[in-house]
């Protein structure tokens, strides 16, 4: 484990052994501070920190993936080159609902699938710099 680690471990027994003398202070005449004793230490150290740490970054890490998926499919459905609203607004027949939508919401649809993709981008820009060497140059 690395020097943070250990002083962090450090700090953390100090604590304990305070909160402990105040406990065993405060309890009746009598009562047993042993029967307040949990056992929490981890059996292999700071390994099951490590691990501890590793599967949550792999949940955020697979949540994150769904986000930049969710996010494409958007970018898509707003923006692509098939099949999307600024698509289907651009093949508009003359004086038809979607031929006014085109010309007032044509230049909106682009910039908020602009911002949309600059988002998703910096998604990718982060799943990239996780802990998993797999993903690099995402």
Avoid: C, H, Y
């Amino acid at each position: 484990m690395n020097r943070f680690g250990n002083r962090f471990f450090k700090v953390l027994r100090e604590q304990d052994d305070m909160d402990r003398e105040a406990m065993e202070a405060s309890l009746d005449q009598g009562t047993d501070p042993a029967e307040f004793d949990v056992t929490v230490e981890p059996s292999g150290g700071g390994d099951d920190v490590a691990v501890a740490v590793a599967k949550r970054n792999a949940v955020m890490v697979n949540e994150l993936k769904g986000w930049i998926s969710s996010l494409e499919g958007v970018i898509e459905q707003l923006n692509g080159t098939e099949d999307s609203i600024q698509t289907r607004l651009s093949q508009a027949e003359p004086d038809t609902l979607f031929d006014k939508m085109k010309q007032s919401e044509q230049r909106k649809i682009a910039r908020v699938a602009t911002e949309l993709a600059s988002l998703n981008e910096s998604f990718k820009g982060f799943l990239a710099t996780s802990n998993n060497a797999s993903l690099r140059g995402v």
